[in-house]
């Protein structure tokens, strides 16, 4: 279950209460002593202390300062960290419901607030069996949201949101011993069906009719067959004339292949569907508020394994598109796949098309895990866009150029290109091997940095952080207004 959020009227007089404040005057009508609120004041101006505790008796009281930026977004991150922070004392007193009260009517920042808190509320419990294991998990159910000025609706799309993003994760956590590609095929299945999108799973012998012949070389040394899915989420009215289309990158797990990769790269591996599982999280959340746009999701899924009959370096394979590759280095395998659900999207004449993928190691060095690396062609409206919507939701892109000089690094001696570039610049030469099989408005996401946490990092938790739903989903709901 994911931490719903809920709109009342007035706080309980026995339930843990925080209360968001710029203006220390407003305490006195939430009861606060005049001692208290002018402890609070000189404590914050003197020592700059923004979260103050009281041990009520039957229940904690908190007071939170709003860090104001001079950004709006910049303001509006630093909510959800804090409501994020909050929760170790919450779950630390065992506690199952919160107010929040908004004192300022500030609507923006009280719901990221409680947003931060709901997301970072997430834990992946599922393999946790033992006692000792359970009492670790956390114990906030419900936060309700004190706030005049909020509406109904955005609470409602808070809420589809975090959940979205807890089955992303879900899924972005899930070891390959359990999500294979068929699996994670049903999933997206399970999920966008039950909200009235409609999804085609395409099995190895369409796969094989079709000719997708990247796809097909990866899994080749695969024991588990791949899948192509395409969900489509089709309302009876819609704004948008052609397809939206999301493509993820649905490697359900990477060793690199014959290429294989050392065990340190290995280890975190099971996140190289991070891109397909923020597609599908998407849909489910545009399915799930109705939105009024076409849209489609586009997954080719594998594994990428050495074997018997693995792909090996050398290899000249045909894509779906009839392009041959020369494959240098199995372990450059996402772009592949990518390729040939790239060139699949051509049917649609899409509006626009968005790729998703945990694609190279040189992105997540370039930019670290706060941001991730974007590019495109005929998309300048679209990128400035989508940008501004990053900064917004905080799943931010850092543009890196799509010049045709770096064409000269996939250059085969002896095929139409190759499947990997020199020695620098990783990240664009992926890209520029995308491009090649695009004749469409394109934007591709690198997200290799932030798909995946090793350690806690705020509300985006440890494992998964199903980075790529928030920001997608508020470039669609833009979309319909
Ligand atoms: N899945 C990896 C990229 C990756 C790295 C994702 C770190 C998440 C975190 C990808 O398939 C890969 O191995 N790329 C290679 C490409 C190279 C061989 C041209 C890389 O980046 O090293
Ligand atoms: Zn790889
Ligand atoms: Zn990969």
């Excluded at 975190?268 to 076409?294: R, S």
Aim: charged share 25%.
């Amino acid at each position: 279950m994911y931490t719903r959020i809920e709109k009342v009227g007035q706080i309980s007089p026995k339930e843990s209460t925080i209360y968001l404040i710029n203006d220390i005057t407003k305490l006195k009508i939430y009861g606060f002593t005049n001692g208290e609120v002018n402890y609070i004041k000189t404590q914050n101006e003197k020592n700059k202390i923004k979260v103050f505790t009281f041990n009520r008796l039957n229940k904690w009281e908190f007071v939170q300062f709003i860090k104001k930026d001079d950004n709006d977004f910049l303001t509006l991150e630093s909510c959800r960290k804090a409501g994020d922070s909050m929760l170790s004392k919450i779950n630390g007193n065992r506690t199952k419901i919160i107010y929040i009260v908004d004192t300022q009517d500030n609507s923006n920042e009280a719901i990221s607030f409680a947003e931060g808190m709901a997301l970072g509320n997430y834990q992946f419990n599922k393999y946790k069996k033992s006692k000792d294991a359970k009492k670790s998990f956390n114990t906030l159910e419900k936060i309700f949201l004190v706030s005049k000025k909020t509406s109904d609706k955005s609470i409602e799309e808070i809420n589809i949101l975090t959940e979205a993003v807890y089955k992303t994760r879900d899924l972005v956590n899930e070891p390959v011993s359990y999500l294979n590609a068929l699996k994670l095929s049903e999933e997206a299945e399970k999920l966008c069906c039950k909200e009235g999108a409609r999804i085609e799973v395409m099995n190895k012998l369409k796969i094989e009719t079709l000719k997708m012949g990247g796809l097909l070389a990866v899994n080749k040394g695969s024991l588990d067959p791949p899948t192509f899915t395409v969900i489509e989420w089709k309302p009876s009215k819609f704004k948008n004339k052609n397809p939206y289309i999301f493509i993820g990158k649905g490697v359900v797990f990477d060793t690199g292949g014959m290429n294989i990769k050392s065990l340190s790269n290995m280890t975190d591996m099971k996140c190289d569907m991070a891109g397909a599982a923020a597609v599908i999280g998407t849909i489910y959340a545009i399915a799930k508020a109705k939105l009024p746009v076409y849209v489609i999701g586009l997954i080719p899924a594998t594994d990428n394994r050495p074997d018997g009959n693995a792909q090996v370096p050398g290899d000249v394979i045909n894509m779906y598109d009839g392009t041959t590759v020369e494959v240098l280095n199995t372990d450059a395998e996402g772009r592949l796949i990518l390729a040939d659900a790239l060139s699949f999207a051509k049917k649609y004449k899409p509006e626009l098309v968005i790729d998703l993928a945990t694609l190279t190691g040189a992105a997540h060095a370039a930019i670290g895990k706060y941001a991730m690396v974007g590019m495109g062609s005929k998309y300048k409206k679209y990128m400035d866009d989508l940008k501004n919507t990053g900064d917004k939701v905080s799943e931010r892109i850092v543009e890196f150029p799509l010049w045709d000089d770096y064409k000269e690094l996939l250059k085969s001696e002896i095929a139409d290109m190759k499947n990997m570039g020199g020695a620098y610049a990783g990240a664009i030469s992926a890209g520029k091997f995308l491009e090649h099989f695009t004749d469409y408005p394109w934007i591709h996401l690198d997200i290799a940095g932030p798909a995946f946490m090793d350690a806690r990092d705020s509300y985006r938790g440890q494992g998964g952080t199903g980075w790529g739903v928030r920001i997608l989903f508020d470039f669609i709901k833009n979309k319909c207004l």
